[in-house]
């Protein structure tokens, strides 16, 4: 038994996927470069525990690994990857407008923003523009 989606009631916008995807590359270089930062941070008076605690090291070690998963699921499966990269997302916002010495610029914060608005809009309405119809073998 074998359960196939209707070709053609499934879209498969490749402008759609090639952003996301790109979106994704960005997304893994955002993880390693938080990686670099924290591997080459000179060791004078650097703690990784110290001042807020665990808002630093969340900050410093959660996030760029969070941010590596993201943007691999991301680039594997775009219907599922986009949760997982929105829920990340999410999390950098709020801690970036919770402690704002990692995040040096507002930019990157009003990016990540416009980049979930326009994720939300683009699932409501894929999401009510057409029904999946399954088949099952």
Do not use: E
């Amino acid at each position: 038994m074998a359960i196939h989606f209707d070709s053609s009631t499934v879209t498969s916008d490749r402008l759609i996927i090639w952003l996301y995807r790109c979106l994704a590359l960005a997304w893994i270089a955002k993880g390693y470069l938080g990686w670099f930062y924290l591997i080459t941070a000179s060791n004078n008076g650097f703690n990784l525990l110290s001042g807020a605690g665990w808002i630093d090291f969340f900050a410093l070690v959660v996030i760029p690994v969070l941010d590596i998963i993201a943007g691999v699921s991301l680039w594997i499966s775009w219907r599922w990857g986009g949760s997982v990269w929105a829920s990340v997302a999410v999390g950098y916002v709020c801690l970036a407008l919770s402690k704002g010495t990692y995040m040096q610029s507002i930019l990157p914060i009003s990016a990540v923003f416009l980049l979930l608005i326009l994720h939300m809009a683009r699932v409501f309405l894929v999401h009510g523009k057409f029904k999946k119809q399954m088949k099952i073998l």
